[in-house]
């Protein structure tokens, strides 16, 4: 193995012409102006081809370690890092980690070299089909894209929740929360503290979620005014001017879809190294992450003009997201709500009110906006059932002799007989 050389293209040419040149077939003034060098370096390659033979060519540090290699104890101490607690990291956000937490500086293409080497797994990209670009909005606050992110965020350390997500479409700012589940109060929740943080914007961009859409039947006075069905989230942001778009596919929404996935990634692995197992704590998390993650990766718009619009004085957040139904007053100024019964303590000319369910739990009973006394009834007097009168038992009588079912029956009687003769008859 020792008398292998492992040459490259040029230097095989190189070769060729020294010698030649040793041979005296061409001169040296030849040979370097075919191989563009000067005549210096030819008969320095001639005399190294003379003392070493072919192996002259090959350059003499070829095979040994740089000098500026990583030391073996850092790369060790790095896989061992990378194969424990950054187990499942990719090499970008473990070159991250190395470096915040352990002071390591190593970069991302030396640690995928070294992922490979040592076949250390990791998530790589999945190539992704071709969608029609569509570009960005000028304007923050312009549209904002939302949704909520069903994951074992906390991977087994606490229950499965969901993340609401919010992100500018036009800066990639992200805002968002964790619930425990993805329905009307989260929605409604999540937000009121993005308007209570940002301002109003100008249109939400979100799937077709129950939560978002509804399924209820168009009422006769919609109808008449030419208006859809609105879930009660919709009917909210409609109260408020927002305007709601709904996304006919997933991929149309890709920046929220994109978001969802990296968070996955790197948000899932952060809350593991930070020890995060529940929803509150989780929360908290998000209040410290959300702020350098949006320093770090949101962009600049093309227009500086922020469309957010600020809250008008008086309008009251927590009377706009609400659950709002509809319950008839009945004669005795009572409402029925979800099997209870409410005792109504103003007189209103009215059969129609409204019940209000609120994020903070609490429940009105509402009238043109204007809230109503009222009680919960918890005892119901019971419903007197009236005294059945004993019914007398009842006789039966014998069937009389001459009855048509007693002279079928009667052995020997006549009847009986011609019914026989007929039957033979027949037969």
């Not at 070159?95 to 500086?105: A, I, M």
């Not at 927590?318 to 007189?347: M, P, W």
Request: glycine letters at 6%; hydrophobic letters at 35%.
């Amino acid at each position: 193995m020792e008398d292998i050389l492992t040459m490259s293209q040029r230097e095989l040419k190189r070769l060729h012409i020294v010698r030649k040149v040793i041979d005296r077939r061409i001169k040296q003034k030849e040979a370097a102006e075919l191989l563009r060098m000067s005549e210096r370096q030819i008969r320095r390659m001639v005399k190294r081809v003379r003392e070493e033979a072919d192996r002259g060519l090959i350059h003499r540090l070829r095979g040994c370690r740089s000098h500026n290699a990583i030391p073996e104890i850092i790369k060790e101490k790095v896989l061992r890092f990378c194969k424990g607690i950054y187990s499942g990291f990719n090499p970008t956000l473990a070159s991250e980690k190395l470096f915040e937490r352990n002071k390591v500086k190593i970069s991302r293409e030396t640690l995928r070299q070294w992922f490979i080497c040592e076949n250390v797994a990791y998530e790589r990209r999945k190539a992704r089909p071709h969608r029609k670009w569509r570009p960005r909005k000028e304007h923050c606050g312009e549209m904002i894209q939302m949704d909520g992110s069903h994951h074992d965020w906390f991977e087994g350390r606490g229950a499965r929740c969901v993340f609401m997500g919010y992100i500018d479409d036009a800066t990639s700012r992200v805002y968002g929360r964790f619930y425990d589940y993805e329905g009307t109060y989260p929605a409604m929740d999540s937000f009121k503290r993005y308007i209570l943080r940002y301002g109003l914007p100008v249109s939400v961009y979100l799937d077709r979620h129950p939560t978002y859409t509804g399924h209820r039947k168009v009422t006769i006075e919609e109808e008449l005014l030419n208006q859809v069905a609105l879930s009660q989230f919709g009917a909210a942001l409609d109260e408020l001017g927002i305007r709601l778009i709904h996304a006919q596919s997933a991929p149309a929404k890709g920046r929220i879809e994109r978001l969802f996935k990296t968070f996955q990634d790197r948000v899932v692995k952060e809350m593991r190294l930070e020890g995060v197992k529940s929803v509150a704590e989780g929360n908290k998390f998000l209040d410290r992450y959300l702020a350098v993650f949006n320093r770090r990766f949101s962009v600049e718009p093309v227009s500086r003009e922020d469309l957010h619009r600020p809250l008008v004085g008086g309008v009251e957040l927590d009377g706009i997201f609400a659950v709002k139904t509809e319950r008839t007053l009945r004669n005795d100024f009572t409402v029925v709500h979800e099997g209870k019964l409410y005792q109504v303590e103003e007189t209103i000319r009215s059969d129609k009110v409204i019940f209000e369910e609120r994020i903070s739990g609490k429940k009105l009973i509402t009238y043109k906006g204007r809230a109503l006394r009222y009680h919960e009834i918890t005892q119901r007097p019971k419903k007197i059932q009236p005294a059945r009168k004993p019914s007398k038992p009842r006789v039966y009588a014998p069937a009389a002799m001459d009855n048509p079912w007693r002279l079928f029956r009667l052995p020997g009687s006549r009847k009986a007989k011609i019914c026989e003769e007929n039957c033979v008859g027949v037969l």
